[in-house]
T-cell receptor, first 118, second 114 residues
Framework: DAKTTQPPSMDCAEGRAANLPCNHS???????VYWYRQIHSQGPQYIIH???NNETNEMASLIITEDRKSSTLILPHATLRDTAVYYCIVRVADRGTRSQGGSEKLVFGKGTKLTVNP | DTGVSQNPRHKITKRGQNVTFRCDPISEHNRLYWYRQTLGQGPEFLTYFQNEAQLEKSRLLSDRFSAERPKGSFSTLEIQRTEQGDSAMYLC????????????FGSGTRLTVV
């Protein structure tokens, strides 16, 4: 089962910031937070990931609370092409050690359907 | 390299027939993954290869499913004796093992079993 909780849907006006929340209250110390998005009829696309510090790349910013129990993905200037389902995933950082809980699999929930309106 | 390539994009088959899908990962990626996605749900993990070795399999991968990656490059996923419940999008992804920058997914193969 997914270890994250996301709202099923959100709307955002084009040009405004989209802030997508995710709760992961049972996250372990060695688990990263990953964000992917899936545009209709395409495979998921990696956006960003982080452990405990805030992260920023050319696509988005990731804000993780100090207790790491929740995070927010920020799309600073949403465009119509950002309309997609956004998935928040937690995964063990040590990918190769199965005895420590490492696993290669990503456990996707149902995500948040973000609609950017003109 | 243009990314992860999956073929065919669409497949319609009759119940009971066998089907095979192919995935060509990004050339320098040594890790390859198969996922399945049904309508309205997130992708579900099926299996994972590191080079040619199949290292992890989901319980979703019943004995009718088999995946191979014979030379550590492309991979095939075969479903024998297809059932209507196998209708789904089958997604392939690849990654490097020393760079944790996420997986690159293909566009998937949509299977319809009639």
């Amino acid at each position: 089962d997914a270890k994250t909780t996301q709202p099923p849907s959100m709307d955002c006006a084009e040009g405004r910031a989209a802030n997508l929340p995710c709760n992961h209250s049972t996250i372990s110390g060695n688990e990263y937070v990953y964000w992917y998005r899936q545009i209709h009829s395409q495979g998921p696309q990696y956006i960003i990931h982080g452990l405990k510090n805030n992260e920023t790349n050319e696509m988005a910013s990731l804000i993780i609370t100090e207790d790491r129990k929740s995070s927010t993905l920020i799309l600073p200037h949403a465009t119509l092409r950002d309309t997609a389902v956004y998935y928040c995933i937690v995964r063990v950082a040590d990918r190769g050690t199965r005895s420590q809980g490492g696993s290669e699999k990503l456990v996707f929930g149902k995500g948040t359907k973000l609609t950017v309106n003109p | 390299d243009t990314g992860v390539s999956q073929n065919p994009r669409h497949k319609i088959t009759k119940r009971g027939q066998n089907v095979t899908f192919r995935c060509d990962p990004i050339s320098e990626h040594n890790r390859l993954y198969w996922y399945r996605q049904t309508l309205g749900q997130g992708p579900e993990f099926l299996t994972y290869f590191q080079n040619e070795a199949q290292l992890e399999k989901s319980r979703l991968l019943s004995d009718r499913f088999s995946a191979e990656r014979p030379k550590g490059s492309f991979s095939t996923l075969e479903i024998q004796r297809t059932e209507q419940g196998d209708s789904a999008m089958y997604l392939c992804a690849s990654s490097l093992d020393h760079r944790d920058t996420g997986y690159t997914f293909g566009s998937g193969t949509r299977l319809t079993v009639v």
